[in-house]
């Protein structure tokens, strides 16, 4: 006896599948026709992935500048994880991991390695505020919640510090069983090329298409030698859009070059959600079908391959023995426009639009999803 089972869900590669989940565990995938307490029929007509993880956001509801609502971000745009990119340091993280334990989405943290977070734009320009020995036992105390570090290296937040705090992020990575490490990359310096020489394996690069003067490709548009190096190494990248990082130029560019982001994520916070650009992580996954992915690619970008880079080893895969996270969607005709951070649009003619995520076996319908006459059986 399942607690649910989905019944002909589609799956992003063409195929059809039933689901069955019992005690927050996806049980069984096939062809299932045993008892369940909750049976939801999607007819072959709806979309099912493992839960969309969003790797780069900002969540702490109590951060001064870029906060928001776990939940706004998460489960009401059918996003089953939430990653906070650095919002809170060791000073806040004992309040997030609290406020985050009472949300529905599955909240978890990249731990600023200035004790301060996001308080100020330059939270690394005082290397007082770098205390390895307060990051590492905070990363020891919340092992589940605190997925990685994060490191946001512009000239605006690291001052005259340079490249030194990329250097002590690198130290307490090796010191913590090789966390996972976002970088973030804005205006040099330092540059784009100092810091990626410092990246492999484990590290993530986000706003990897910034439209800026330190972004990934040469003046001719070519790929940076640096950063095809860093990539050789296992270097990832991540999109990061926000309210200032992501341009139709460099990803058109690079996207033609071969160069695609292995993972989508959103730098989402309250105002650019409702104000935009950003809106939501299935608005961002929307673009990525006009920029030439297709449904399967960008669907990896936010299961499987967020999940390889932040270490989430029980999700991003519908497999037997996961985390019941799971999104259903619909992928349907309609006009929208995107727009990037350099002031450019475009328009697309198709939308993925999330109907339900379920988060450890929990289902938690959508507005789309109310009005889509799906659950009501
Ligand atoms: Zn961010």
Redesign the pocket.
């Known amino acids: 006896m399942y607690d649910l089972l989905i019944k002909n869900a589609r799956l992003a590669d063409g195929t059809q599948q039933d689901i069955a989940i019992t005690h927050g565990i996806i049980s069984a995938v096939g062809n299932i026709d045993d008892e369940a307490t909750q049976r939801i029929d999607l007819k072959g007509r709806h979309f099912v992935s493992a839960g969309w993880i969003d790797g ?3 969540c702490y509801p109590n951060s001064p500048i ?1 906060h928001d609502q776990p939940d706004a971000i998460g489960v009401t745009g059918g996003v089953t994880t939430v990653v906070d ?3 809170a340091g060791t000073d806040d993280i004992d309040d997030f991991a609290t406020l985050a334990a009472q949300c529905q989405t599955n909240v978890r943290a990249l731990l600023n390695i200035s004790r301060i977070g ?1 308080l100020r734009q330059n939270e690394l320009a005082d290397r007082r505020d770098i205390d390895a020995e307060r990051n590492r036992a905070a990363i020891a105390k919340y092992a589940d919640f605190i997925v990685g570090i ?1 490191a ?1 290296m512009s000239g605006s937040v690291v001052g005259e510090n340079g490249l030194t705090p990329l250097e002590d992020a690198k130290l307490l990575q090796y010191q913590c069983q090789h966390i996972p490490l976002m970088v ?1 990359v804005g205006n040099a310096p330092p540059t784009l090329d100092e810091i990626v020489e410092k990246l492999g394996a484990g590290d993530i690069l ?2 990897c298409f910034n439209g800026k003067p330190n972004r990934i490709l040469t003046p001719e548009g070519e790929l940076r030698d640096a950063v095809k190096a860093a990539i050789a190494r296992g270097m990832t990248l991540d999109i ?1 859009h ?1 309210s200032a ?1 992501f341009s139709f130029e460099v990803a058109e560019l690079a996207i033609a070059r071969g160069i695609l982001p292995d993972t989508i994520s959103s ?1 989402i ?1 309250c105002k650019n959600r409702l104000n935009g650009p950003v809106y939501g992580l299935a608005h961002l996954m929307s673009m990525f079908l006009t920029l030439g992915l297709s449904h399967q690619a960008i669907i990896e970008r936010v299961t499987t391959n967020v999940a390889k880079a932040l270490k989430l080893n029980n999700k991003g895969t519908l497999a037997v023995g996961q985390d019941a996270d799971l999104t259903l969607y619909d992928l349907e005709s309609a006009e929208v426009t995107f727009t990037d951070t350099e002031g450019c649009s475009k328009q697309g003619q198709q939308r993925f639009t999330p109907l339900a995520a379920i988060v450890g076996g929990k289902l938690i319908v959508t507005e789309k999803g109310q009005d889509a006459n799906v659950f009501n059986a």
Do not use: F, N, Q
Request: hydrophobic share 10%; net charge positive.
């Open positions: 780069h956001t900002h870029y990119a650095g919002s996001l994060k946001r973030h986000t706003h990061g926000g990082s730098d916070y």
